[in-house]
């Protein structure tokens, strides 16, 4: 028996035999007799103490159906129990039948949500593979992508941006793009696109600082649309949802394209100042202006020195591409760099008189031939004698020598000049096609393609090699090698 259920009964006797006493103590003042009395007072607390009985009965009886009730809830709650089966008289019964009905609907939602969740589980699984998929596919661009949301937040970026913009890829996302991309201009560019300010795709050119230098960038912006469907009684809209953007480094094509309209306007220009002089002195001779023999003699100088100047030019131009594409013919044969020598020489000493330059070719007492394509390498000289003779200011002096380097046998030529001298920081790329010190355009003209094909024609086909030394304002000495041909 339960503390309550002794509680209880202990409670009915103790209330009965005060209902007794009272009985007795109000019957004392009726006039009943003692034995009248007695009944009365018995009889009642009597009466009281079974109706204190059948309470406290239906208490327990109640009880015990509530504890059988608790059973099956608990039982139904773990999922060992389905049905009610508990007979009441105090409505029990259907309480239970009403949880049981409750947790059963409960039980199948709760299935459903289980169902649900693994649904979800697997999208998300397939969410996550597709992201990171996604992702891989980005970071194999070479071109810098960075994707922002409605909160102009980064939510998906590339490797190729973190290291242009210089920021941690995981630690990126959900930050504001202000933050990550430490160009202020873009970031306000993108800040714009999304604002609606610029629809769809834009785009433009833009120059970022990157690791100190200057780089140009073709940046397209898109802006994401998505279609709101959040209220089912408004009619779907688009709304802009973020913006991508994507930055491709264009700054070596911004250089080409810079340097070959250079080169087109120089080679136009190289070409066209030995036309038009060897136009001026054919006219002049046609309509009779140089009298004597010795002006005639001058005249026609003049114009076979213009001639062979614009035939070197394109003789450059054809033999760079030629030996670049592959397709160049090498005719080599044995022969004298001395005599290659005193002809460039003898081809380049007008242009040395016109600017009063010493121009000398100093004698080896050593005889030795080479195997080489003899045009070529003609042509290798007058290019370094015409480049000494460009740089060197009026009245200097420039010498030309051939020597043996018996150690590694290869044949030298040393050109040598008393001119303006090149900047060290330029040496590194004289050899580069098209390439010139900034300084010395003014100076002279040229297409920064004499050299380019000095090192193509000495190192490429004829395995030699081509050095220079020089000193700014001091002067330069251009050397080149090539081995010694075997008997
Ligand atoms: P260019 O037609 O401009 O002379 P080159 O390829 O022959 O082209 O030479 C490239 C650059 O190297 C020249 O523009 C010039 O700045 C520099 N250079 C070449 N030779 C000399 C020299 N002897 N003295 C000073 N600078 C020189």
Redesign the pocket.
């Known amino acids: 028996m339960s503390s309550f259920k002794r509680y209880s009964l202990l409670n009915a006797f103790v209330s009965s035999l005060l209902v007794m006493l009272l009985m007795l103590l109000v019957f004392s003042f009726s006039g009943l007799t003692l034995l009248g009395w007695i009944t009365v007072a018995v009889s009642g607390g009597v009466v009281f103490l079974i109706l204190q009985i059948v309470q406290w009965q239906i208490i327990s009886r109640s009880e015990m159906e509530v504890a059988e009730a608790i059973a099956h809830v608990e039982m139904m709650s773990s999922g060992e129990y389905s049905g009610s089966d508990v007979r009441s008289s105090f409505g029990v019964g259907h309480l239970v039948d009403v949880v049981s009905e409750s947790v059963s609907k409960i039980q199948q939602q709760h299935n459903q949500i289980l169902l649900e969740k693994k649904e979800l589980n697997i999208r998300l699984g397939i969410a996550d593979a597709e992201n990171k998929h996604l992702t891989s596919i980005l970071n194999t661009l070479n071109d810098a992508v960075v994707v922002t949301d409605s909160f102009n937040e980064i939510a998906m970026a590339n490797s190729a941006a973190s290291k242009l913009f210089r920021f941690n890829l995981d630690e990126s996302k959900r930050l504001p793009v202000d933050q990550i991309i430490n160009d202020s201009s873009l970031a306000k560019l993108i800040k714009d696109t999304r604002e609606g300010q610029h629809k769809h795709t834009r785009r433009l050119e833009q120059r970022v600082v990157k690791g100190g230098s200057e780089s140009v960038y073709d940046v397209t912006l898109s802006s994401v649309y998505t279609t709101n469907q959040a209220n089912s009684n408004i009619a779907s809209q688009n709304v802009n949802s973020g913006v991508v953007t994507i930055l491709r480094d264009v700054t070596r094509e911004r250089e080409i394209a810079e340097t070959k309209s250079d080169f087109v306007s120089n080679v136009s220009h190289e070409l066209r100042t030995p036309l038009s002089s060897i136009k001026a002195y054919m006219e002049m001779l046609i309509d009779g202006e140089a009298e004597d023999e010795k002006t005639r003699f001058e005249f026609y100088n003049i114009i076979q020195g213009e001639t062979n100047r614009l035939s070197r030019l394109i003789d450059n131009i054809l033999n760079i591409s030629r030996i670049e594409s592959g397709v160049v013919r090498v005719q080599r044969e044995h022969t004298s760099l001395m005599s290659i020598v005193t002809e460039a020489v003898n081809i380049m000493l007008p242009q040395a008189r016109a600017k009063q330059i010493e121009l000398v070719e100093i004698p080896s007492p050593d005889y030795f031939q080479v195997y080489a394509d003899r045009d070529m390498i003609l042509q290798c000289v007058l290019?370094?004698l015409?480049?000494?003779i460009?740089?060197?200011s009026d009245g200097g002096r420039v010498s030309v020598s051939v020597s043996v380097d018996d150690s590694s046998e290869m044949v030298r030529v040393v050109?040598n000049?008393t001119?303006?001298?090149?900047p060290e920081e330029?040496v590194p790329h004289?050899?580069d096609k098209f390439?010139?010190?900034a300084d010395?355009?003014k100076l002279?003209?040229?297409?920064?393609?004499?050299?380019?094909?000095?090192k193509h024609v000495i190192e490429t086909v004829h395995n030699g090699e081509v050095n220079i030394e020089?000193e700014v304002n001091h002067?330069?000495t251009?050397t080149f090698a090539l081995p010694i041909a075997e008997d």
């Open positions: 290019n370094l015409s480049n000494a460009k740089y060197t050109v000049d001119g303006v001298g090149i330029d004289l050899f390439y010139r010190v010395h355009k002279a003209k040229g297409t920064g393609l004499g050299l380019n094909l000095v020089s002067g330069s251009f």
